[in-house]
T-cell receptor
Framework: GQNIDQPTEMTATEGAIVQINCTYQ??????LFWYQQHAGEAPTFLSY????GLEEKGRFSSFLSRSKGYSYLLLKELQMKDSASYLC????????????FGGGTRVLVKP | DAGVTQSPTHLIKTRGQQVTLRCSPK?????VSWYQQALGQGPQFIFQ???????QRGNFPDRFSGHQFPNYSSELNVNALLLGDSALYLC???????????????FGEGSRLTVL
């Protein structure tokens, strides 16, 4: 099976930076995704990493280290609307390439 | 361009009943995956359909079954409902991995099932 671990909850101040870590164990890593999910809404795609390094998309960046089984999502210049759950998901070739999600990290942005 | 649509959005059933949830994928997508999301948890993979066949299955009992139609839409059926089946059921569509796509999932708004 797969283990995907991420913190349950984080709190940060508007305008600050928050880093959400995700560690995983797979036998056939084939990509890592980050999704944002506001309460009562569908998850929406944020980023995709399959090679080591940093992918930047505006205020959001995602980093991957395959050798360490580790990724992080960096949220810069936090806005109140960034309050949401952030889901780390891993695709595993050995598991038929299905996407397996972690439990999600709930980020609360305070004024 | 319509995204992923699911119906119904909310429904209430009693233990032992059966339920059918429906999903229309994003235009152009050929693969549909179903997930169960309990409150405060991440989505749990139920199964995936491609070319009208179940291709992958998660750790869910046989009470959970599905179907994909020639137009790529899909249904999720749950028989003999239990209280623990109360959850948000998410449908996600994608291009088949390997067709020049990353396999990124696009989610519908979900069907919230309450079992009493």
């Amino acid at each position: 099976g797969q283990n995907i671990d991420q913190p349950t909850e984080m709190t940060a101040t508007e305008g600050a930076i928050v880093q959400i870590n995700c560690t995983y164990q797979t036998s056939g890593f084939n990509g890592l995704f980050w999704y944002q999910q506001h309460a009562g809404e569908a998850p929406t795609f944020l980023s995709y990493n399959v090679l080591d390094g940093l992918e930047e998309k505006g205020r959001f960046s995602s980093f991957l280290s395959r050798s360490k089984g580790y990724s992080y999502l960096l949220l810069k210049e936090l806005q109140m609307k960034d309050s949401a759950s952030y889901l780390c998901a891993v695709r595993d070739k050995a598991a038929g390439n299905k996407l397996t999600f972690g439990g999600g990290t709930r980020v609360l942005v305070k004024p | 361009d319509a995204g992923v649509t699911q119906s119904p959005t909310h429904l209430i059933k009693t233990r032992g009943q059966q339920v059918t949830l429906r999903c229309s994928p994003k235009s152009g997508h050929d693969t549909v995956s179903w997930y169960q999301q309990a409150l405060g948890q991440g989505p749990q993979f139920i199964f995936q359909y491609y070319e009208e066949e179940e291709r992958q299955r998660g750790n869910f009992p046989d009470r959970f079954s599905g179907h994909q139609f020639p137009n790529y839409s899909s249904e999720l059926n749950v028989n003999a409902l239990l209280l623990g089946d109360s959850a948000l059921y998410l449908c996600a569509s994608s291009f088949r991995l390997g067709q020049g796509a990353t396999g990124e999932l696009f989610f519908g708004e979900g069907s919230r099932l309450t079992v009493l």
